[in-house]
């Protein structure tokens, strides 16, 4: 089935009552029962919800995969897979993260005696270099967020499969419409749901999704265990939003590919983060594992002052001042005081992420329009 396909019709089954051909929003708690453990499939809404069941079959239909799990946020997604682990386990990470994932691993989890280490993941020599007797999974972000690096998934999956350790991939930034993870060798795929996925900037989800039936109980284990699961609205929400995937995605790739070369050429730009360039590090990698490009970019002025970043970003009207991305509607974010702001300065600015660095997630408007909003701000 084509990925076009995929999108309009994963999850989704008639109600059988009515035959509603949406999904229904299941807003209940509990489940009646005929018999003491005799139900029909469903017994308590922490545990089993038939709006979450159609979404988590649909996210790993549209990521290849075998089993999809869906919780109330990415970041709770992101804390699932780490109580995989126990006290002096090891991972290995990029340098360059989301600051929410970096927050969890060393405000939370390392308070637990498992131990973090951070790599420059786009050699894959590094993360095999990084590799004790201890380790027992790594995590990429590829592309990373915001410097927009490329991790060759296939080539870190050679190293993590002779040495039996999990590879979890955060496909937040490209979606499953661009990039499909478990096709190149890792064994989870995380998703801020909130991004792409959900597509308009209106629910708070995350999702993992498996192929390993063993791996999936026992992430569903700590799912229904410790009980950050969606709502039945959120999940319907998000139904909605994955059969617009597809047209979506072609719409964020056209526009950040116009706005990624106008940025270069823009006298007062000193540099543009973005994989599509055939000059950035990672492109023939990008090419080669996605499908485009995609729609995030990061950019540095050539007036490389906090002061005049923070101008431009106070000066765009469609570009929205704001957190997150991945919706249709543009907008512009300062990750050093923002999204990056738990990452302490000198790490960030180690790994390259500076105080002045500006991140767009352009969205599908005209772009025509986003080009003109940004020439008006940058000046």
């Known amino acids: 089935m084509k990925s076009a ?3 309009i019709h994963a999850g989704a089954h008639p109600d059988p009552s009515t035959g509603a051909i949406m999904t229904p929003v299941y807003q209940t708690s509990t489940y009646v029962q005929e018999a003491p453990g005799v139900n029909k499939g469903y017994e308590y809404a922490r545990s089993q919800n038939p709006t979450r069941t159609a ?21 709770a997604a992101t804390d699932a897979v780490i109580k995989l682990l126990s006290p002096g386990d090891e991972v290995i990470c990029a340098n360059d993260m989301y600051g929410g994932t970096y927050r969890l691993f060393t405000k939370v989890f390392e308070r ?23 380790t027992k999974l790594v995590w990429l972000e590829t592309p990373t967020n915001p410097l927009m690096n ?8 050679a190293v993590t499969k002779t040495k039996k350790i999990l590879l979890v991939v955060d496909n937040t930034f490209a979606s499953p419409a661009l990039q499909n993870p478990l096709d190149l060798g890792a064994d989870i795929v995380m998703h801020s749901v909130t991004k792409y996925l959900g597509g308009h900037s209106d629910v708070i989800q995350g999702a993992l999704v498996m192929n390993d039936p063993e791996l999936r109980e026992k992430l569903y284990f700590i799912q229904k265990s410790c009980g950050a699961v969606p709502g039945p609205m959120d999940c319907f929400l998000v139904l909605r ?28 730009v000193a540099r543009v983060y973005w994989p599509g360039f055939e000059d950035h590090p990672g492109y023939a990698v990008a090419k080669k594992q996605m499908k485009d490009f995609g729609g ?23 570009f929205s001042l704001a957190e997150s991305l991945g919706g249709v509607e543009s907008l512009i974010n300062h990750p050093a005081s923002m999204t ?29 329009d986003l080009v003109e909003d940004l020439a008006k701000a940058i000046g």
């Not at 790599?119 to 590094?126: F, K």
């Not at 490329?150 to 999956?157: E, G, R, S």
Request: charged share 25%.
């Open 55 to 75: 979404l988590e079959e649909a996210l790993a239909v549209i990521e290849n995969g075998k089993y999809g799990l869906a919780f109330s946020s990415g970041v």
């Open 340 to 368: 990056h702001a738990s990452i302490p300065r000198e790490e960030r600015i180690k790994n390259g992420l500076s105080d002045s660095l500006i991140r767009l997630s352009v969205g599908i408007e005209d772009p025509d």
């Open 296 to 318: 995030m970019i990061s950019f540095e002025l050539k007036n490389d002052s906090v002061e005049e970043a923070k101008r431009v970003l106070s000066s765009t009207h469609l």
């Open 150 to 157: 490329i991790t060759d998934i296939a080539a870190v999956a």
């Open 5 to 7: 396909t995929k999108y």
């Open 241 to 268: 939003g994955i059969k617009t995937l597809g047209v979506r995605m072609k719409a964020h790739c056209e526009n950040g590919k116009i706005i990624a070369n106008w940025l270069r050429k823009h006298p007062k």
């Open 112 to 134: 637990f005696g498992i131990v973090f280490r951070y790599v420059d993941t786009t050699n894959a020599a590094n993360v095999q270099a990084a590799v004790t007797a201890r």
